[in-house]
C-alpha cells in the first residue's frame, strides 16, 4: 500500500491545472507556490486556519481557495488535472484587473496573489499609530533591525515569513559626502537583464546591474541633509535581510502594463548554490540559495505562454508543469531563455536543522499567541530558529533578534542557554517548565546526600 501511495501521481503535487482560457500565467505561478515545501506545508496541516480564525477583518475566502488548491494537488486521489475555477472567483474580487481572459503578466499575478494571501492570514490584528521615533540617529544596522520591527509591527505573517526581505538603499552626497540610508522591504526582486552584446548573461550580471551605484543628477537631485541643498547623489542598493525564498524577476517586457517588446536574451542562472553575499548589507549573512521553480514565458509580447518547471519537494526530480500536462524533465533543461520569475530557496545545513526548526517553529508559535510577550520575542518567534545559529549566551534580546534577522555563524550547543534566555526574557511563557527544571534539580540535590545515608 505504501509503495501504491507514493507511486500515485497524486500524492506527489504532479497534477496539472486546466486552462480556463488564457489562465497559463496562473496555473504557471499556482505550480511554483504548489512546490514551495513550506507554503505547501502550512496549507495541507492546515495551519494557515489558525491565522484566519485570528483574521477580524472578515475576507477570508482567497487563502481558503488557495489552500483547497494546494490541497487537490497534493491529496486527491485521481490524477486528472484540477479546475482552479473557484479560486480564479476569489482572486478576481480581490484584484479585478484579473477578470476576464485576458493573458496577464505571471510576475504581477504573484505580487497580487501574495498580497491578497498575507492579508487574510496577517498575524496583527491592531496596527501601531504612527510611526514612532526617528531612527536616523542610530547606526545603520540598527536603523534597519528597527526598521524591520516596525515592519513586522504591521504586517506579519506565514507569507511574510517566507517572502519577504529587506533592501537597504544609500545615498551619498557628493559634495559633502553625508550618506543617508532609507529601508525598505521586498517581495521580490526585479532584475534588469545585463546587456553584453553577446547571447548570454549571467544572473549574477543582472544582480550586479540592479545593486550598482547610480547617480543621481540634474532633475533627480536628492535634498542632501547636511548640506541642506538639492546635490548629486550617487544611490546603492544592498540587501540588509535575505528572505527565506527569493524570487527573482527578469524584466524581459519593456513595460509591464503596455508590453512594447520582449527581451529572449539567455540568462545563465545557477540551479545550485547562487552566492548573493557579496550584495549583502553585512559579510556574516547567510546568502546562498537554491533553484526550486521558474516560471517560463515563451513566444513573443503578443501572443504568449507560460508554463513551470518545478522541483519536486519529495523526490527532487523536476517537472515540466504546462497547464493540465505535467511531465517528467531532465535537470539540464530548466535553464532556457524562457525563464521569467525564478524562485530560490536560502539553504539551510542539515536535515537534521530543517527539523529541529520546525521544533522551534512550534515553540514560536504557542508563544505567539500570547500578548504579554516582549515585541522583540515575538519578532524571534516568526523567524525560524536553527539551534546550531542559535546566539551566544548572555545576549539581550535585541541582540537575539539581531542575531536573528541576520543570521549567525555556527554556535553549536547554545540550545538550552538559549532557552534560559527566552525564559528570563519573556519571564511568564517557560514558567510551567522552568518550575519542573527547577524543582526536579532541587530534588535530586535534596535526595542525593540522602541516598548515601539510606543504603549505608
Ligand atoms: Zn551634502
Same mark, same amino acid.
Given at each position: ?10 500524492? @506527489? ?17 499556482? @505550480? ?35 489552500? !483547497?488548491?494546494? @490541497?487537490?494537488?497534493?491529496? /486527491? ?29 505571471? @510576475? ?130 544592498? +540587501?540588509? !535581510? ?13 513595460? /509591464? ?22 550584495? &549583502? ?11 526550486? &521553480? ?20 519529495? /523526490? ?58 516582549? &515585541? ?20 539581550? &534580546?535585541?541582540?537575539?533578534?539581531? /542575531? ?15 532557552? +534560559? ?23 535530586? +540535590?535534596? +535526595? ?9
Amino acid at each position: 500500500f505504501k509503495i501504491l501511495f507514493q507511486n500515485s501521481k497524486s500524492a @506527489q503535487g504532479l497534477v496539472g491545472l486546466r486552462n480556463l482560457g488564457n489562465t497559463c500565467f496562473m496555473n504557471s505561478i499556482l @505550480q511554483c507556490l504548489s512546490n514551495t515545501h513550506s507554503l505547501r506545508d502550512y496549507c495541507l496541516h492546515n495551519a494557515h486556519r489558525r491565522d484566519l480564525n485570528n483574521n477580524t477583518r472578515g475576507n477570508t475566502a482567497l487563502m481558503e481557495e488557495f489552500a !483547497k488548491l494546494i @490541497q487537490m494537488l497534493w491529496t /486527491s486521489s485521481g490524477s486528472e488535472a484540477v479546475s482552479p475555477s473557484e479560486f480564479k472567483t476569489q482572486i478576481q474580487k480581490y484584484a479585478p484587473r484579473f477578470v476576464g481572459y485576458n493573458q496577464q503578466d505571471a @510576475q504581477e499575478f504573484l505580487r497580487f496573489l501574495l498580497d491578497g494571501l498575507h492579508n487574510e492570514v496577517n498575524r496583527v490584528t491592531v496596527r501601531p499609530r504612527g510611526h514612532g521615533e526617528d531612527l536616523d540617529h542610530l547606526p545603520d544596522d540598527e536603523k534597519g533591525k528597527r526598521m524591520w520591527n516596525r515592519y513586522l509591527e504591521r504586517e506579519d505573517s506565514k507569507i511574510v515569513d517566507l517572502f519577504v526581505g529587506q533592501l537597504k538603499s544609500s545615498l551619498t552626497c557628493t559634495e559633502c559626502g553625508y550618506c543617508s540610508t532609507v529601508f525598505d522591504p521586498f517581495w521580490d526582486l526585479s532584475l534588469p537583464i545585463a546587456k553584453k552584446g553577446y547571447g548570454e548573461v549571467s544572473l549574477m550580471d543582472c544582480v550586479r546591474l540592479f545593486t550598482k551605484e547610480d547617480v543621481l543628477d540634474g532633475d533627480e537631485k536628492p535634498t542632501c541633509h547636511r548640506c541642506k541643498a538639492r546635490r548629486r547623489c550617487t544611490k546603492k542598493f544592498t +540587501i540588509q !535581510k535575505f528572505p527565506k525564498i527569493l524570487v527573482l524577476h527578469l524584466k524581459r517586457f519593456s513595460e /509591464s502594463r503596455i508590453r512594447t517588446s520582449k527581451l529572449s536574451t539567455f540568462v545563465n542562472f545557477p540551479m545550485k548554490d547562487l552566492d548573493l553575499r557579496e550584495f &549583502a548589507s553585512e559579510n556574516s549573512t547567510n546568502a546562498v540559495y537554491n533553484l526550486y &521553480a521558474v516560471s517560463n514565458h515563451s513566444g513573443t509580447t503578443m501572443g504568449g505562454h507560460y508554463t513551470a518547471y518545478c522541483r519536486n519537494p519529495a /523526490s527532487g526530480e523536476w517537472y515540466t508543469f504546462n497547464d493540465s500536462r505535467v511531465t517528467p524533465m531532465s535537470s539540464s533543461q530548466v535553464r532556457s531563455s524562457d525563464a521569467y520569475v525564478l524562485f530560490y530557496e536560502l539553504t539551510t545545513s542539515s536535515p537534521e536543522g530543517r527539523r529541529d526548526m520546525l521544533t522551534w517553529s512550534c515553540v514560536g508559535n504557542s508563544l505567539c499567541g500570547r500578548r504579554n510577550v516582549f &515585541a522583540n520575542m515575538r519578532a524571534y518567534v516568526h523567524v525560524r530558529v536553527k539551534p546550531e545559529h542559535m546566539p551566544p549566551t548572555g545576549n539581550n &534580546a535585541d541582540g537575539i533578534t539581531s /542575531s536573528m534577522h541576520h543570521g549567525w555563524s555556527s554556535r553549536p550547543g547554545c540550545t538550552f542557554l538559549f532557552r +534560559i534566555v527566552s525564559t528570563l526574557k519573556t519571564k511568564t511563557c517557560y514558567t510551567s517548565e522552568f518550575c519542573f527544571w527547577f524543582f526536579l534539580v532541587g530534588f535530586c +540535590i535534596h +535526595i542525593f546526600p540522602r541516598l548515601g545515608r539510606w543504603v549505608g
